[in-house]
């Protein structure tokens, strides 16, 4: 599918017409379609909030997490690990395709003033990531059982322009913006007995700043900014907000989350548009047309990169990436999985296939019944653990009578008497027999994301092809 420039904006404005049109004609109509010189300064603008959407997401993210006094349930202010006790239900909206496999252990931090040491226990063989974000969401350094084991281990997380010294035994993991979320995940059964163990093992996590290591520290409370809003989703509030007010924030934003060398030449463009990083949002330099419509066509051609993006393989209705977390210069794909997956890990970590469609390419609908068949041998090669998770058509958890978001191996999957294994996608039970295996699906539209963490790195693997997915299959 080859979309130019000039289709992709009117596309996103509703003009597709317009978008077939020669040069000439565009000239010759222009005044009727209210199209002129700010058509290319719009193009502009556009790139840039597609380039800005993660940062932004992740201050919205932030305020959102950390506007407590002190921690409670899935919130905690600044520089305070939140400890998620259960799984997320199907009224969690803090962040778009939660998992209810592991049980996050996080916390936003800034590292501007000084270090901030985190401290991990001896995990005991558990498998476990604790993946640190930067402001632009690309995984900077992530410790765990994959690659640093599960023995006690102590980090200093240290700012962008940090030199100093450390204590002994302390290492040193550089992040290249001020902010910082670490989005740890600890895998656990859910059982009463397993949740207890990996309480347990979350109550001896500690983080501090350097200047209080080793010494008794006690957190201070939170403030609470009662103009942050805490009932609309982030993206939602993301996807709200004008061209002005989100060229401004990301201004903000840039002087302590600088961007990467490597962005220097969209920068040199933007500056056009009065977006320079250290500097506040000159409004007075954004003459595009169709102001208006900047964040709607950025936003859809963020998710339109789920369909036409390279780095996106599509295989018998799954469409997956193994170009996440750490993004480059990749502006789009980093949209898109912020824009889908917020916090997403590095593909040696974890892949998340996404299925909307059925091996027939209809959308997926409670009405209908599916079947996904693993042959015998054929389960998902993972060194870690893999999963398969029901969202809605907004990626988030659908209610349930089972309160089952995910279906994985924990729930003693029953084999077929040749060793293969179906799952049953439906709104209905399929009956007692068959409810181990069964993913409950709504009443309406759905989707289907398939979590690998820690993929084999040899055949088979998703990571070099030699693993396929199998097909969602309508009854």
């Not at 996103?12 to 010189?37: K, N, P, T, V, W």
């Not at 790139?47 to 006094?69: C, D, F, K, Q, S």
Request: proline share 8%; with cysteine; glycine share 8%.
């Amino acid at each position: 599918m080859n979309i130019t420039r000039r289709a992709a904006t009117f596309g996103g404005l509703g003009l597709l017409a317009a978008a077939a049109m020669s040069r000439s004609a565009l000239a010759q109509h222009g005044s009727f379609l209210g199209i002129e010189d700010g058509l290319e300064d719009f193009w502009t603008a556009t790139n840039a909030y597609i380039y800005g959407y993660p940062l932004v997401t992740m201050e919205l993210t932030r305020r959102a997490l950390t506007n407590v006094a002190q921690p409670e349930g899935t919130k905690a202010p600044m520089g305070q690990l939140i400890k998620m006790r259960h799984y997320p239900d199907a009224s969690f909206r803090d962040v778009t395709a939660p998992n209810a496999d592991t049980l996050y252990t996080t916390a936003f931090f800034d590292v501007g003033k000084e270090p901030w040491v985190l401290s991990i226990p001896d995990m005991k063989d558990r498998y476990f990531l604790m993946p640190m974000l930067d402001g632009w969401t690309n995984v900077f350094q992530v410790p765990g059982k994959r690659t640093t084991g599960t023995s006690a281990q102590t980090y200093a997380i240290t700012g962008p322009g940090w030199k100093g010294d450390l204590p002994d035994g302390v290492r040193e993991y550089k992040s290249p913006t001020d902010m910082v979320w670490l989005l740890g995940r600890i895998y656990c059964t859910g059982t009463p007995e397993d949740y207890a163990a990996v309480h347990k093992l979350q109550d001896a996590f500690r983080l501090v700043p350097l200047s209080s290591y080793g010494k008794a520290y006690t957190p201070p409370p939170g403030k609470v900014d009662p103009s942050v809003d805490m009932k609309k989703s982030v993206r939602d509030q993301v996807n709200g907000m004008d061209a002005v007010a989100y060229f401004t924030l990301l201004c903000k934003l840039m002087k302590t989350n600088p961007p990467a060398a490597a962005d220097a030449p969209e920068l040199e463009k933007f500056a056009r548009i009065g977006i320079v990083p250290g500097q506040p949002f000159d409004a007075s330099k954004l003459k595009a047309d169709f102001v208006r419509r900047i964040p709607q066509v950025g936003f859809d051609r963020i998710m339109l990169q789920f369909k036409i993006n390279d780095a996106v393989k599509h295989e018998k209705g799954w469409a997956f990436t193994t170009k996440t977390g750490v993004y480059g210069a990749n502006y789009l794909m980093r949209g898109l999985i912020t824009a889908i997956g917020l916090g997403a890990n590095r593909p040696q970590d974890a892949v998340y296939p996404t299925s909307t469609a059925d091996a027939g390419g209809s959308k997926y609908n409670g009405g209908n019944k599916y079947v996904m068949h693993f042959p015998k041998g054929h389960l998902p090669p993972v060194q870690g653990f893999w999963s398969l998770t029901m969202y809605n058509s907004q990626y988030f958890f659908v209610e349930n009578p089972l309160n089952r978001y995910s279906i994985s191996p924990r729930q003693d999957l029953k084999s077929n008497p040749d060793g293969s294994t179906d799952l049953y996608i439906q709104h209905e039970s399929p009956g007692k027999d068959k409810e181990s295996n069964w993913l409950p699906a709504p009443a309406g539209d759905f989707l289907l994301m398939l979590r690998m963490y820690w993929p084999n790195e040899t055949d088979p693997s998703i990571l070099d092809g030699s693993w396929s997915i199998p097909a969602v299959r309508k009854v």
